[in-house]
Each structure stands twice: as structure tokens, then as C-alpha cells.
């Protein structure tokens, strides 16, 4: 009977102990309340939660001065002068507004990565610094801005692709003309929607070649034809030729011959600078945040010959492949079991980047069925706690106010494909085929053609579904 009482003492003692020992780390937890004022009336109140962690969108290392597309100073009394953070970030997100990426600056949310001289000897942990507008950029220096900079507008208006006939209406021609992003006397680059074919055979009349001679002649007597082909799903910038002349440049341009067939040095050097770039939302995320793919392609038929499908050669000497090369880079943290990557195709071979990201990377692209269909049916589109890895403070994924999610969106029952070529680099076709013709009539150069840059630089907004899904991505709750 004593022991019972001692046992209780004690237990009592401890239960004491640890609701003092609760008590007070609540008391020393609770943060005194603030005076607020609302409608002339003062109050107590909350005080404010501080500032949610930042997600952070990684830029490429920094290329050097000048940037790809853009003319630099040649003048003797003007010297080349130096990029600054604000101008790189200008440059690489050509799309967004500059007092966006101001205020991101004001507010102190850029950021550059230490250099390795300055990191420690761990290299997992990545030292960051804020830096101001004026800061003069360095060759292969990294910098970090909030993913919420790319945030564009989302119209609520979707443009539903016309259904075609045999001769495109007007409904159609007017539709293609405002896909056009670019247009000079040589090529039409488009800015081109999912869903929206390509090439057309005969039971597909509304393709881009199709809608193309009618609706873009202009003021030749002829359309432009396809040089450069994006998938039926995909979507982003489209390139098509206007002339003879500049579709077999652009066909010398996208083949492996042209430095055999090169016109000149200026351009071989417009062609070693050409390059896209495309941005894909995928499943899961690479084991290495950066890297260079070369594995080789063959193409398999299946259904008796009725579907034909791309996958990875497998080196027996059998089969006929093709060279495949990607360069990718992750963009940012994995969230909600996706990841944003930037990917750079060295070889243009059909279903080049879906394969790559779906077989060699292990990450197939959001929306891609055909390649990714077995990890489609294990993704789970659930919301889950995942971890800022600047910060280590938890974020969860949050649905904004306003949004329809059925867009094709990530959190869509059945999303559209998230691949879209969001950057494009190319010579500037339309002065090197002038320069070519005034050198074979005359040896005098017009100054005013001299003047217009070597390479073009294009930069395609992304789709609804696919800003959708990145303001979806980039939000998140703690």
C-alpha cells in the first residue's frame, strides 16, 4: 500500500513537472500581441506572420558579354560595355515586364551563388548572397530569383482551334495570323498552341502547313513551308521559311552539313550560336540537378505497322539509330512531385527531349502519355508537405484563388503536355542572304544592313495550362 502511494507521488511530481516545463516554453512560444487600427477603431491584435520561404528559379551561368541577339558596341570611343544583374535578368526573361523584375530587386529577393573559392569544402550546401541592380555580372556567375518573377497574366479567354476544311475560312486565317511572333522577309516564326498539328495528311486540313499558305502569304504569292517541326502536343516557337533562298539556308542551318556549306565566317559564327531552348514540367526530379544526355535513338514499329514509337537504341549493332544529345538543368526544387527543367537539344531527332526525359533522366514529362504512361498511373496529384531547401522551412502546394484547374493544368484529371520551346536563337537569315546577293552583284555593303544584328533571339510566353500550372507550383502555403 506504501509502494502504491510513492509510485503516485512520484508520478504526480513528474506530471507537475512536465505541464510547468509545457507551460512555460507556450508562454516563452506566445508573441505579445500588436495595436491595430481598422475603421478609426484601435484594436489588439495578431502580429503579422513574417515572410513565407522563397521558391528559387535557377538562371544559366552567365554567358559573357555580348549576350546571344544582342549587337555590341563596336565603336572605338564606345567600349564593350559590362552586363549588369538587372540587364541579364531583363535579357533572360524577355517576356516579363522590367518593373516586375525592379521590385524583385527592391524588395532584395536576387540572389547570386557564391563562387566556389568562397563555398565550403561540403558542396551540397549552396551559399547565396542578395546583390543590387547595378552589379556587374561575371562569366559562369548563378543567379537566383523568387519562381513567382515569370508569373504572367492568365487570360480567362481560350482560343479554341478552328476544326478546318479542306479550304481554310476565315475564322481559321485570322486564327493563325494571331499566332505570328515574328515576320521579316526571310522567316515567320509562330508561337504555336497545344493540340494544333503540324504537318496534315489527308483526313487533318486544319495543320500549320495547311493554314500556312493561305493565311500567311502576306504579300508573296506564296506561303511559307515548314523548316522547323514541334509535336502536335507540344507547344512554343515555331519557325517557317518565305523564300527558296532562306529555306534552304535554314535547312543548311538545322542540318549536319553546314559547316562544309558555310557562306562565310560571320556566318559560321551565327551558326555555332544557335541554339532553344525548352522548358518542361516532369515527374519526380534527376538525380543531378545538370548534365549533358547522349544516348542514341531508334524508332519501332508496332500494331502491324500502324504506330511507330522512339526509344532508346540499345548498342546490339541491329538496328539503325540515330545520335541523340540534350543538355539539361533544373530549374528549381521538386514540389508536390514534380519539377521544372530547362532542356537544350544538340541534335534534332523526333521525340528526341520526351524519350530523353522519360528513359534516360527516369523523369517523363507532365502530360506525356505515349512515353510516361506507366508513371502517370503511380503519380498521385495530391498536395503534400515538401521542404525549401535554402531555408528547410516546409512549404505545402496551395491553389490560388480564381484559377481553373481543368485547363490542362498539372492538377487536371488529365493533363495536357507541359513541354514548350520557350527560347529560340538563330542568324539573322534575311541580312546574310542580302550580304550574299550585294557581294555577288557589287562589292559595296549597304552601312544601314550592316547595322541589323547577326542573330535573332526569340522569347515565347508560355501556355495557359502551362502558367496555370507554374503559378500553381510556385504557390504554396507553410
Same mark, same amino acid.
Given at each position: 500500500m506504501r509502494w502504491n502511494k510513492d509510485v503516485s507521488r512520484c508520478l504526480f511530481f513528474l506530471v507537475r513537472r512536465y505541464s510547468r516545463s509545457v507551460g512555460h516554453s507556450a508562454i516563452a512560444n506566445r508573441r505579445q500581441p500588436v495595436i491595430r487600427v481598422s475603421n478609426s477603431i484601435t484594436h489588439l491584435g495578431r502580429p503579422k506572420d513574417g515572410a513565407k520561404p522563397s521558391q528559387l528559379l535557377s538562371l544559366p551561368p552567365f554567358p559573357g558579354h555580348p549576350l546571344p541577339g544582342k549587337k555590341a558596341a563596336t565603336s572605338p570611343d564606345q567600349p564593350s560595355r559590362h552586363v549588369t544583374a538587372i540587364s541579364w535578368i531583363k535579357y533572360y526573361f524577355d517576356e516579363i515586364l522590367g518593373s516586375v523584375i525592379q521590385s524583385h530587386f527592391n524588395k532584395g529577393l536576387v540572389q547570386l551563388e557564391f563562387n566556389e573559392s568562397s563555398t565550403s569544402k561540403e558542396g551540397q550546401t549552396r551559399l547565396l548572397r542578395k546583390i543590387k541592380h547595378s552589379e556587374v555580372m561575371e562569366v559562369g556567375a548563378r543567379v537566383y530569383v523568387p519562381i513567382s518573377?515569370?508569373?504572367?497574366?492568365?487570360?480567362?479567354?481560350?482560343?479554341?482551334?478552328?476544326?478546318?476544311?479542306?479550304?481554310?475560312?476565315?475564322?481559321?486565317?485570322?486564327?493563325?495570323?494571331?499566332?505570328?511572333?515574328?515576320?521579316?522577309?526571310?522567316?515567320?516564326?509562330?508561337?504555336?498552341?497545344?493540340?494544333?498539328?503540324?504537318?496534315?495528311?489527308?483526313?487533318?486540313?486544319?495543320?500549320?502547313?495547311?493554314?500556312?499558305?493561305?493565311?500567311?502569304?502576306?504579300?508573296?504569292?506564296?506561303?511559307?513551308?515548314?523548316?522547323?517541326?514541334?509535336?502536335?502536343?507540344?507547344?512554343?516557337?515555331?519557325?517557317?521559311?518565305?523564300?527558296?533562298?532562306?529555306?534552304?539556308?535554314?535547312?543548311?542551318?538545322?542540318?549536319?552539313?553546314?559547316?562544309?556549306?558555310?557562306?562565310?565566317?560571320?556566318?559560321?559564327?551565327?551558326?555555332?550560336?544557335?541554339?532553344?531552348?525548352?522548358?518542361?514540367?516532369?515527374?519526380?526530379?534527376?538525380?543531378?540537378?545538370?548534365?549533358?544526355?547522349?544516348?542514341?535513338?531508334?524508332?519501332?514499329?508496332?500494331?502491324?505497322?500502324?504506330?511507330?514509337?522512339?526509344?532508346?537504341?540499345?548498342?546490339?549493332?541491329?538496328?539503325?539509330?540515330?545520335?541523340?544529345?540534350?543538355?539539361?538543368?533544373? $530549374? #528549381?526544387?521538386? &514540389?508536390? =512531385?514534380?519539377?521544372?527543367?530547362?532542356?537544350?537539344? /544538340?541534335?534534332?531527332? +523526333?521525340?528526341?527531349? !520526351?524519350?530523353?526525359?522519360?528513359?534516360? $533522366? #527516369?523523369?517523363? &514529362?507532365? =502530360?506525356?502519355?505515349?512515353?510516361?504512361?506507366?508513371? /502517370?498511373?503511380?503519380? +498521385?496529384?495530391?498536395? !503534400?508537405?515538401?521542404?525549401?531547401?535554402?531555408? #528547410?522551412?516546409?512549404?505545402?502546394?496551395?491553389?490560388?484563388?480564381?484559377?481553373?484547374?481543368?485547363?490542362?493544368?498539372?492538377?487536371?484529371?488529365?493533363p495536357l503536355l507541359h513541354l514548350h520551346c520557350r527560347e529560340l536563337v538563330l542568324p539573322n537569315i534575311a541580312k546574310f542572304i542580302e550580304l550574299h546577293s550585294r557581294k555577288t552583284r557589287t562589292r559595296c555593303l549597304n552601312a544601314d544592313n550592316s547595322s541589323k544584328p547577326d542573330l535573332l533571339r526569340f522569347v515565347a510566353p508560355m501556355p495557359s495550362h502551362m502558367k496555370i500550372s507554374w503559378k500553381l507550383m510556385s504557390s504554396y502555403l507553410i
Amino acid at each position: 500500500m506504501r509502494w502504491n502511494k510513492d509510485v503516485s507521488r512520484c508520478l504526480f511530481f513528474l506530471v507537475r513537472r512536465y505541464s510547468r516545463s509545457v507551460g512555460h516554453s507556450a508562454i516563452a512560444n506566445r508573441r505579445q500581441p500588436v495595436i491595430r487600427v481598422s475603421n478609426s477603431i484601435t484594436h489588439l491584435g495578431r502580429p503579422k506572420d513574417g515572410a513565407k520561404p522563397s521558391q528559387l528559379l535557377s538562371l544559366p551561368p552567365f554567358p559573357g558579354h555580348p549576350l546571344p541577339g544582342k549587337k555590341a558596341a563596336t565603336s572605338p570611343d564606345q567600349p564593350s560595355r559590362h552586363v549588369t544583374a538587372i540587364s541579364w535578368i531583363k535579357y533572360y526573361f524577355d517576356e516579363i515586364l522590367g518593373s516586375v523584375i525592379q521590385s524583385h530587386f527592391n524588395k532584395g529577393l536576387v540572389q547570386l551563388e557564391f563562387n566556389e573559392s568562397s563555398t565550403s569544402k561540403e558542396g551540397q550546401t549552396r551559399l547565396l548572397r542578395k546583390i543590387k541592380h547595378s552589379e556587374v555580372m561575371e562569366v559562369g556567375a548563378r543567379v537566383y530569383v523568387p519562381i513567382s518573377v515569370a508569373e504572367t497574366k492568365i487570360s480567362k479567354r481560350y482560343d479554341v482551334i478552328p476544326s478546318g476544311t479542306l479550304y481554310p475560312n476565315a475564322d481559321e486565317i485570322a486564327y493563325l495570323q494571331r499566332l505570328v511572333f515574328y515576320k521579316d522577309p526571310a522567316i515567320i516564326v509562330l508561337n504555336k498552341p497545344p493540340k494544333l498539328p503540324v504537318k496534315g495528311n489527308l483526313p487533318v486540313h486544319n495543320s500549320m502547313d495547311a493554314l500556312a499558305a493561305a493565311a500567311l502569304s502576306y504579300e508573296y504569292d506564296e506561303g511559307p513551308r515548314l523548316v522547323h517541326r514541334l509535336d502536335r502536343e507540344s507547344s512554343g516557337l515555331h519557325l517557317m521559311g518565305r523564300t527558296e533562298e532562306s529555306i534552304s539556308h535554314l535547312h543548311l542551318l538545322f542540318s549536319s552539313t553546314k559547316r562544309s556549306k558555310s557562306l562565310s565566317k560571320a556566318w559560321n559564327d551565327a551558326c555555332g550560336s544557335t541554339y532553344q531552348r525548352y522548358w518542361a514540367l516532369v515527374i519526380g526530379s534527376p538525380k543531378e540537378k545538370e548534365g549533358i544526355i547522349s544516348a542514341p535513338l531508334t524508332k519501332v514499329l508496332l500494331d502491324d505497322g500502324r504506330t511507330e514509337r522512339v526509344m532508346l537504341a540499345q548498342h546490339s549493332g541491329l538496328e539503325a539509330s540515330e545520335e541523340a544529345i540534350t543538355e539539361y538543368r533544373l $530549374l #528549381g526544387p521538386m &514540389i508536390n =512531385g514534380c519539377s521544372w527543367i530547362e532542356l537544350r537539344p /544538340h541534335t534534332s531527332r +523526333k521525340h528526341q527531349l !520526351r524519350v530523353h526525359c522519360a528513359e534516360a $533522366l #527516369g523523369t517523363p &514529362i507532365v =502530360g506525356d502519355y505515349k512515353y510516361g504512361w506507366f508513371v /502517370h498511373r503511380k503519380w +498521385k496529384q495530391m498536395p !503534400r508537405v515538401d521542404v525549401e531547401p535554402t531555408t #528547410g522551412k516546409p512549404y505545402r502546394l496551395k491553389r490560388p484563388e480564381g484559377l481553373d484547374v481543368q485547363k490542362g493544368s498539372v492538377l487536371s484529371k488529365v493533363p495536357l503536355l507541359h513541354l514548350h520551346c520557350r527560347e529560340l536563337v538563330l542568324p539573322n537569315i534575311a541580312k546574310f542572304i542580302e550580304l550574299h546577293s550585294r557581294k555577288t552583284r557589287t562589292r559595296c555593303l549597304n552601312a544601314d544592313n550592316s547595322s541589323k544584328p547577326d542573330l535573332l533571339r526569340f522569347v515565347a510566353p508560355m501556355p495557359s495550362h502551362m502558367k496555370i500550372s507554374w503559378k500553381l507550383m510556385s504557390s504554396y502555403l507553410i
